[in-house]
């Protein structure tokens, strides 16, 4: 059974800092997703990271992956307000299948 | 990215009722649909894919009696919770897979049993 754990679960962090969160998987996985929500809110799709070594940036939030290990990261640089929500990453079995979510991990950015 | 939409957005109904969830894909033609239920303050948890034609397939621990999911054409996925008890509150999102590569998200359909 596959398993996705993201940490932290929970992350306070200043305006302007720098922080990264982690999201690991148990089996072998080459298609991972990263997902906001806003309270309320459904998904919003942030990046898919489709193999090994993918990178993807927008704005302030880099997305990698690394399968070798079962890690993608999602990166946050100079936070601002707007980003506060929770992120989900999300990995797939096989092309087209199911989508395992993590825990989430519900990111506040402070004045 | 896909449309998708979700009717009601939300919904309250007492106990014993059933309610029916529908789902769209608004702008292509869907084979796959997924339906997920999410708790307030956890993840989503995937209840059943809903293939287009033929019987939905049920994660274990999904009752398929009482979680009824009819995919009867290429746009619609119908899901209706009979017999609704408080512990059926949830939100309830659909997703549709779009050429078999991602999954869309629908807005999602707050239930509330009282």
């Known amino acids: 059974e596959l398993k996705v754990e993201q940490n932290p679960l929970f992350l306070s962090m200043q305006e302007g800092k720098n922080y990264t969160i982690y999201c690991n998987y148990s089996t072998t996985s080459d298609r991972l997703y990263w997902y906001r929500q806003d309270p309320g809110k459904s998904l919003e799709s942030l990046f898919v990271l489709l193999s090994n070594g993918a990178v993807k940036q927008e704005g302030r939030l880099m997305a990698s992956l690394d399968t070798k290990a079962r890690l993608s990261t999602l990166h946050i640089t100079a936070a601002v307000h707007d980003l506060s929500a929770t992120y989900f990453c999300?990995?797939?079995?096989?092309?087209?299948?199911?989508?395992?979510f993590g825990e989430g991990t519900q990111l506040t950015v402070n004045p | 990215g896909a449309v998708v939409s979700q009717h009601p957005s939300r919904v309250i109904c007492k106990s014993g009722t059933s309610v029916k969830i529908e789902c769209r894909s608004l702008d292509f033609q869907a084979t796959t649909m997924f339906w997920y239920r999410q708790f307030p303050k956890k993840s989503l948890m995937l209840m059943a894919t809903?293939?287009?034609?033929?019987?939905?397939?049920?994660e274990q621990g999904v009752e398929k009696d009482k979680f009824l999911i009819n995919h009867a054409s290429l746009t619609l996925s119908t899901l209706t919770v009979t017999s609704a008890h408080p512990e059926d509150s949830s939100f309830y999102i659909c997703?549709?897979?779009?050429?078999?590569?991602?999954?869309?998200f629908g807005p999602g359909t707050r239930l509330t049993v009282t």
């Open positions: 997703s549709v897979l779009d050429r078999g590569i991602e999954q869309y």
């Open positions: 809903s293939n287009e034609g033929s019987k939905a397939t049920y």
């Open positions: 999300a990995v797939e079995e096989t092309s087209g299948s199911r989508l395992t």
